[in-house]
């Protein structure tokens, strides 16, 4: 390679640091969130998880988990299905993180944990990432009569119990999953409710503290764009739930929304709360903070005190629905 070619092949379209950087010549560097890890029979949690491929075709895959205590079970298991955070554009199922989160969760609530592994941005762009999803979800609904693909699913899933959770990008897809269960229904699948961590949604118009922050709000307006270049902004309905018409017919009863108090996402979420209470939706939504935490702190420091509060918070609520 000539030094003209390696000079074009080194030179930065945009710089994303501490995420990604994109190159000129289209090659895409992902600065986290890369790391995976296998799925295994987890000695701590007595979880075991294999991974299953949803859609070939889309090259969607899921990593579903199972409590292994008192296994089989005597009666089916609520389902959580889950989706990782990352703006859309960075981590997998597969990363260590969400890997050892979902071990969590499942043995602690004691449901089937799905994973879902939905494509990324900027290769596929948003809304890519919301359609993979929606597969995901119609394929686990396929397992309604025992029919399915997956037979952990068949065996042991009870879908007229099924919660959407995930955190930042996941809580994300998770409301969006949520309204559309709403407005579409799926055959044979009951939508308990959804939890979201820390979600990200945001708007054109700061509020609260955002004002505060220019820098880190540029930012955030700059990766919903780079993520989704079809958006017709801070504003689309997709990453603005106050924009969105249709934000009464969520297809569940309750909703859970963490939300931490140095993160910048923090006021968006009880804005949630206070938009969503505003509709004809008949549900009951309810938000927690944690004091003296950023933004999915629980992600890089799962053994602190704050980060198992937040788990059991989010363990009571599946457990209480």
Known sequence: MDSTSSTIDDEIAMDLTPLLKLYKNGRIERLIGEEVVPPSLDPTTNVESKDVIISKEHDISARIFIPKNNYPPTQKLPVLVYFHGGVFCIKTAFSPNYHN??????????????????????????????????????????????????????QYADLEKVFLGGD???????????????????????????????????????????????????????????????????????????????L????????????????????????????????????VVEVVETEDEDHVFHMFNPSCEKAKVLLNQVVSFIKSA
């Open 248 to 283: 009464g017919s969520l297809g569940c009863k309750k909703v859970l929304v963490c939300v931490a108090e140095k993160d910048l996402f923090k006021d968006r979420g009880w804005y949630y709360k206070e938009l969503l209470e505003k509709t004809c939706w008949d549900g």
């Open 101 to 154: 989160y979902l071990n969590s969760v499942t043995s602690l609530a004691n449901v089937i944990g799905v994973s879902v592994n939905y494509r990324r941005a900027p290769e596929h762009p948003v809304p890519i990432a919301y359609e993979d999803s929606w597969l995901a979800l119609k394929w686990i609904a396929s397992h309604v009569n025992g029919n399915g693909s997956d037979e952990w699913l068949n």
């Open 168 to 246: 930042s990008a996941g809580a994300n897809i998770s409301h969006y999953l949520g309204l559309r269960v709403g407005k579409e229904k799926l055959d044979g699948v009951n939508l308990q409710g959804l939890v979201y961590v820390h979600p990200y949604f945001w708007g054109v118009d700061p509020i609260g503290s955002e004002s505060d922050r220019a820098e880190r709000v540029k930012m955030i307006h700059n990766l919903w764009r780079f993520a989704c270049p079809t958006t017709s902004g801070s504003d689309d309905p997709l990453i603005n739930p106050a924009k969105d018409p249709n």
